[in-house]
């Protein structure tokens, strides 16, 4: 059975035979083509090193080439996701002849290659929409992923950068080094990790609060032109984040835009330090993070709040509750069942947003008691600045490995205690 | 009955591994040749088939590097040459080169502070065809920067990446701009500020440098930084004061370009605003070397890194010594000539330097002043970001320690 | 009664109007400082002392430098097909997450969900080398990929919608011996036109506002930029005083056909999202 599609060459399943056979072919091909190169020195990510040979004739130190480790790592992850993918494909086939033998053997009918893909669109339909998708997601995201994980347990820093060093594997060293070995990284990680929650609440709630106060004050029945108000609201969305954000950066400056008009109006003598001081930029960045994202919370919220059926409302005012209390007795539990999902989502979008911090502040105020970072960082823009700045993609790996484990516990847990997620059915 | 998966799994790893196959061979041919025992014979190119060199440069480069390597091409008949222009800003070069070596520039420009990460990582061919010649012909401080232990790995291009003093020749004297203390005086009289971006490792430097501190690195690479001394503790009294001072404004390049002339009578900056600023002062417009500081009473004359742009061959080239023929092309005097009529970009070659008309731009000629004060910038990249902090926190009147504030810069600037 | 409807009618207004200049005023620096005649990210004064279209001018015909025609149509082009690819994608992952009952369902929901949380730019350099070894670095269908290539995970808003289209519509087509196949193309899909413009205004967008990844992707490959790569490098160190100005007035070109399919599309982007909970 070295030979795949053999068995549905033999019940005359011409065009999946085929297939099968291409597929291997176009495998092997791979494999010893490409990956084997590789996939061969996965266990040390190359021995030679590029080196140089003096050129007598031509008077240069002629470049020999080495190992490329980060080459090796990557076209290995690749190679053996290939294999695997390749193994499951021989284990169909042979299942397949397996069935064909049997359904061959009880007298009964062989699906033709036509019914096969019929089914497709049928029974099968799942299978069909999920492949474009989901190979998709394979490439561009699950690959990377493994192979940014694998990066965690390298020593792939400035000191070992191809193509004239090697970099190789060293174990846990880089989680040891964040949580026992460096005081400093230990200090900073935790610091930054801090902040990163506390921002990601604020940022979360406030835009929920804040937005959907707005979406009721536009909703109100005594407001008019209400389409007219949710338009100059969302003007703002339009404009990119990293223009709006450098402009507003920059009006925030000591003798920034903002400072001079406030110093004009006579408010302030003297300018405020907006972006320089600690808890001076840490509100500031909370308040323009609602700058942009109410208008957003505003008009999700704006939909849900029409669909609330407005006798609850009217039974309310007949028991006498005030406007208040009829926010927090039927708006609110409303809004809260229906919004949980992208609440959840908003969240871990927060934890991650390297937009408004990286383009508004860059991490500042810096901190001489961090490693790297400053007093606004999330670890998701300290990540960044690890990897672009001091190339220590390693330690930026594992980092994000932590960020990445913390937020997709919290979240598959939460989303899937959600009402909303555990009644998926419940209109069906 | 899972034959229909296996259907289309089969068909997609056709597909995919047939896209990644027909790719193979050719990449195995650019950037993967099997390591052998014998240098690989450089492409000796038949006559007739064309040389193929990717050149890159800043935006604002690119039209004068068209006009030079045409020149180039013209200059040298004997191969025919094809030329490719990428567009990668300096500060970038070394970034974009990392993430691909293969597929970056056969040529391409970079500050010299990023030479020693691009040396570990054995991006760059050693200058050595004529290198007695280009050694001759570049200010010492340039080939310096274009070193490491010794060797000389980039072909200097210019010789401007530093910084003085600009100021407005309305408000403050030449006797003025001499010390510090003279400028934040006749500031403060005319109710103008004084910009320098303190939170700025670059800049900040200068303070320490002047009051005899060392920013360099050992023999082994590691950085060697004593701020944390007796004359870096007076140099960040000094500091502070200039901070503290009513007359000071931080804030990068813009705020002074834009400011200049209207509420900012002198800044600290580089010869890059050097034209924006003499289109707003006009007949006022003043450069000067820094001025001294006091410094535990005396006057102290702050120093600065001078820096410069260099083009690098890159190791992985299929035409060393092509490239490496171009490179000296775009370094040489003409080039040099050439872009600082076009761009305004200081020489490093020392004719070019000595001609009447880099001679008599005032801002340049106030770099040179500022050069006999300025080191090499022998920096890793862990510096800045702790220097910032420390100047971020004097910007924002911190009361802190200063010893201890040093010490911890100190200890994150020379970490392993 | 009706005095105090009105005084409250009016206060609200009132408020409205102060909330809309606070976020207005940063929209209004941004146009003010696209017409402004002196050059400069910065000035020590608040109103410019000239106004001038050739902010705007220089955009069209100063491209030598920073070909923002090109760029533009670059980024439309991209847009466009990563609307409507993301767009396919989304809308069929969700509607089998949503209908279509098969085992590992749950498990994959979950992963993807996941996925979607991993920083993504850590994985930049990873693909830019996977996508060199298909040989399409550098090209726009690359960065059609990359935008696209995450579609799968964004499934939760459109699958939240399909879930409240009721069950008994496809069972009425089944009976008429209609396959999943024609269900989804003639029942589901003409049923969510607010979803489908939700996906797409999102889809839509993203080309216009990332630069990060284009930077890796497309390298030194100038002619590939799209605008928003193309405007990050206009206020580098070196350009920003001699072309902030314009990069305010391309700022507001990009943000002008945004802003018009949002107006256009506002009433499916507001019951898109919410219209999958809306019988809650």
Redesign the interface.
């Known amino acids: 059975m070295l030979v795949m599609g053999s068995g549905c060459f033999r019940f005359r399943q011409f065009g999946?035979g085929l297939?099968?056979l291409?597929?291997e072919l176009?495998?092997f091909?791979?494999f010893f083509?490409?990956g084997w190169?590789y996939l061969s020195h996965f266990d040390t990510l190359g021995e030679?090193?590029?080196f140089k040979?003096w050129?007598e004739e031509?008077?240069?130190?002629?470049?020999?080439?080495?190992?490329?480790s980060?080459?090796i790592l990557?076209?290995s992850v690749?190679t053996i996701a290939?294999t695997i993918?390749?193994i499951?494909?021989w284990y169909?086939?042979l299942?397949?002849a397996g069935?064909l033998c049997l359904l061959d053997a009880q007298g009964r009918h062989i699906?033709s290659f036509r019914e096969?893909l019929r089914?497709?669109?049928?029974?099968?339909?799942?299978?069909?929409?999920?492949?474009?998708?989901?190979?998709?997601?394979v490439?561009?995201?699950?690959?990377?992923?493994v192979?940014?994980v694998l990066i965690a347990f390298t020593n792939f820093d400035?000191?070992h950068?191809?193509?004239?060093?090697l970099f190789t594997w060293t174990g846990l060293s880089n989680v040891t080094d964040i949580f026992l070995g460096n005081q400093?990284k230990t200090h900073t990680f935790f610091g930054v990790f801090g902040w990163t929650i506390v921002w990601a609440i604020l940022a979360t709630f406030t835009n929920y609060i804040l937005g959907m106060l707005?979406a009721i004050?536009?909703n109100?029945k005594?407001?008019?032109l209400k389409?007219m108000?949710?338009?100059?609201?969302?003007?703002?969305?339009?404009?990119?984040?990293?223009?709006?954000l450098?402009?507003?950066s920059?009006?925030l400056?000591?003798?920034?835009?903002v400072n001079?008009?406030l110093m004009?109006l006579g408010w302030i003598t003297a300018p405020l330090?907006f972006l320089?001081?600690k808890t001076l930029a840490r509100i500031c960045v909370v308040v323009i993070n609602m700058?942009i994202g109410i208008?957003y919370t505003m008009?999700?919220?704006?939909?849900?709040l029409?669909?609330i059926p407005s006798d609850l409302y009217e039974s309310a005012e007949l028991d006498g509750a005030g406007p208040f209390r009829r926010f927090t007795n039927i708006t609110l539990p409303?809004m809260i069942?229906?919004?949980a999902?992208?609440t959840i989502?908003t969240f871990?979008g927060n934890i991650?947003n390297?937009n408004v911090i990286y383009l508004l502040t860059r991490g500042?105020?810096?901190?001489?008691?961090?490693?790297?970072?400053?007093k606004t960082d999330l670890l998701?823009t300290w990540?960044?600045?690890l990897?672009?700045?001091?190339?220590d993609y390693a330690l930026?790996?594992t980092i994000?490995i932590f960020?990445?484990m913390i937020?997709?516990t919290l979240?598959?847990t939460v989303?899937?205690h959600t009402s909303?997620v555990k009644k998926?059915?419940?209109?069906? | 009955m899972?034959?229909?998966?296996?259907?289309?799994?089969?068909?997609?790893?056709?597909v995919?591994?047939?896209a990644?196959?027909t790719q193979?061979?050719q990449?195995?041919q650019s950037?993967?040749?099997p390591?052998?025992?014998?240098?690989?014979a450089?492409a000796e190119e038949p006559a007739g088939e064309p040389v193929h060199l990717k050149v890159w440069g800043s935006q604002a480069d690119q039209e004068l590097l068209k006009e030079l390597c045409e020149a180039f091409a013209a200059e040298h008949p004997e191969s025919t040459w094809e030329f490719e222009y990428g567009v990668v800003d300096e500060d970038d070069a070394q970034?974009r080169y990392?993430e691909d070596?293969a597929a970056a520039a056969d040529v391409f420009s970079f500050p010299d502070d990023q030479l020693l990460?691009l040396?570990?990582?054995?991006?760059l061919?050693?200058v050595?065809?004529n290198h007695d010649a280009i050694a001759a012909a570049n200010a010492a401080g340039t080939i310096n920067a274009a070193s490491c232990n010794g060797v000389l790995y980039g072909y200097p291009m210019t010789a401007d990446n530093g910084y003085y003093l600009y100021y407005d020749k309305s408000v403050l004297t030449e006797d003025d701009v001499k010390t510090l203390d003279g400028i934040l005086a006749a500031a403060n009289s005319a109710g103008k500020?004084v910009h320098m971006d303190i939170?700025n490792g670059w800049y900040l430097a200068s303070f320490f440098l002047g009051n005899g501190c060392q920013l360099t690195l050992d023999a082994d690479g590691s950085q060697i930084c004593d701020f944390n001394n007796a004359n870096g503790l007076a140099a960040a009294e000094a500091i502070r004061a200039f901070c503290n001072d009513p007359a000071f404004?931080?804030?990068d390049d813009?705020?002074l370009q834009g400011?200049i002339g209207d509420?900012i009578c002198a800044g600290v900056s580089g010869p890059w605003t050097s034209a924006s600023i003499k289109e707003k002062l006009g007949d006022n417009f003043g450069a000067a070397k820094l001025p001294t500081f006091t410094c535990n009473g005396r006057q102290v004359q702050m120093g600065s890194f001078l820096g410069c742009k260099l083009l690098g061959v890159n190791?992985?080239t299929r035409h060393?010594?092509e490239a490496?023929m171009l490179a000296e092309y775009l370094t040489g005097e003409q080039a040099q000539l050439r872009r600082f009529e076009v761009l305004g970009y200081g020489p490093s070659n020392i004719n070019a330097a000595a001609s009447p008309a880099v001679a008599a731009d005032p801002a340049l000629s106030a770099l040179a002043e500022q050069s006999r004060f300025a080191i090499s910038q022998h920096v890793l990249?862990?510096y800045?970001?702790?220097a910032?902090?420390?100047g971020?926190?004097l910007?924002?009147h911190s009361e802190g320690d200063l010893q201890q504030?040093l010490d911890?810069?100190v200890?994150?600037a020379t970490?392993k | 009664m009706s005095r105090r409807?009105k005084l409250?009618?009016i206060a609200?207004?009132v408020?409205?109007t102060v909330?809309?200049i606070?976020?207005?005023v940063?929209?209004f620096?941004?146009v003010l400082?696209s017409f402004r005649e002196e050059k400069g990210?910065?000035t020590?004064?608040?109103w410019p002392k000239g106004f001038t279209l050739a902010n705007y001018q220089r955009l069209f015909t100063d491209t030598r430098l920073f070909n923002f025609p090109r760029w533009f149509l670059n980024t439309l082009f991209v847009a466009c097909c990563c609307c409507v690819i993301t767009t396919i994608?989304?809308l069929?992952?969700a509607?089998?997450y949503?209908r279509?009952r098969?085992p590992a369902r749950k498990a994959?929901m979950?992963v993807?969900?996941?996925?979607?949380?991993?920083?993504g730019?850590?994985?930049?350099?990873?693909?830019y080398?996977?996508l060199k070894?298909i040989g399409l670095d550098q090209t726009l269908l690359a960065l059609i990929?990359?935008y696209?290539?995450?579609?799968?995970?964004n499934y939760?808003?459109a699958?939240?919608f399909f879930?409240?289209?009721?069950?008994s519509l496809d069972e009425a087509a089944m009976l008429d011996g209609a396959?999943?196949?024609i269900i989804?193309w003639k029942i589901i899909l003409p049923n969510s036109k607010p979803i489908v413009a939700n996906t797409a205004i999102k889809a839509f967008i993203a080309p216009?506002?990332d630069?990060i990844f284009v930077s890796v992707i497309m390298k030194d490959n100038y002619k590939n930029y799209t605008v928003?790569k193309g405007?990050?490098t206009m206020?580098d160190k070196a350009n920003i005083f001699e072309y902030y100005t314009a990069?305010?007035a391309a700022?507001v070109l990009?943000?002008?056909p945004?802003?018009l399919l949002?107006?256009r599309l506002?009433k499916y982007?507001?019951?898109?999202?919410?219209?999958g909970?809306?019988?809650?």
């Open positions: 999946k297939l099968y291409l597929s176009a495998f091909r791979f083509g490409f190169k030679n090193k590029q040979v050129n031509l008077q240069i130190y002629q470049r020999v080439p080495g190992d490329n980060m080459l990557l076209f690749l290939a993918l390749f499951y494909l169909l086939n299942k397949s069935e699906p096969d089914s497709l669109l049928d029974s099968r339909f799942h299978i069909t929409l999920l492949a474009a998708p989901v190979m998709s997601l490439a561009f995201t699950v690959l990377p992923i192979f940014m400035s000191n950068q191809p193509p004239g060093e400093t707005l004050l536009i109100h005594l407001v008019k389409k108000w949710r338009t100059l609201f969302v003007i703002s969305i339009a404009i990119p984040q990293f223009v709006s450098l402009l507003i920059r009006a400056e000591p003798m920034g835009a001079i008009a004009k330090p320089t001081d700058w208008p008009l999700t919220v704006s939909g849900v029409m669909n409303y069942f229906v919004t999902p992208a989502t871990v991650n390297f500042g105020p810096f901190a001489l008691d961090y490693y790297q970072a400053g998701v990540l960044y600045k990897t672009v700045d001091q190339h930026a790996s994000g960020i990445f937020v997709s979240s598959i989303y899937n909303a998926e059915d419940m209109f069906q | 899972k034959k229909v998966l296996s259907l289309f799994l089969a068909a997609a790893l056709i995919c591994l047939c990644c196959g193979s061979g990449t195995q950037e993967q040749q390591a052998q025992n014998e240098p690989a450089p970034a990392l070596p990460i040396v570990q990582a054995d991006a061919y050693e050595t065809r500020q939170s404004i931080t804030g813009s705020m400011g509420n190791s992985q060393p010594v490496m990249g862990q800045w970001t702790p910032e902090a420390f971020a926190e910007e924002a504030m911890q810069l200890e994150q970490a | 409807k409250t009618g609200l207004h408020l409205l909330l809309a606070l976020w207005l940063p929209v620096w941004l400082s990210a910065y020590s004064y608040l994608l989304t069929m992952v509607y089998v949503s279509l098969f994959l979950n993807s969900l996941v996925l979607g949380m991993f920083p730019f850590m994985s930049m350099i990873a693909i080398h996977f070894a990929l990359v696209s290539g995450g579609a799968a995970l939760y808003i699958k939240g879930d409240t289209i009721p069950k396959t999943n196949h989804f216009w506002v630069f928003a405007l990050s206020v990069f305010c700022a990009i943000s002008i945004i802003v949002f107006i506002q982007y507001v019951g898109g999202v919410t219209a909970s809306s019988k809650g």
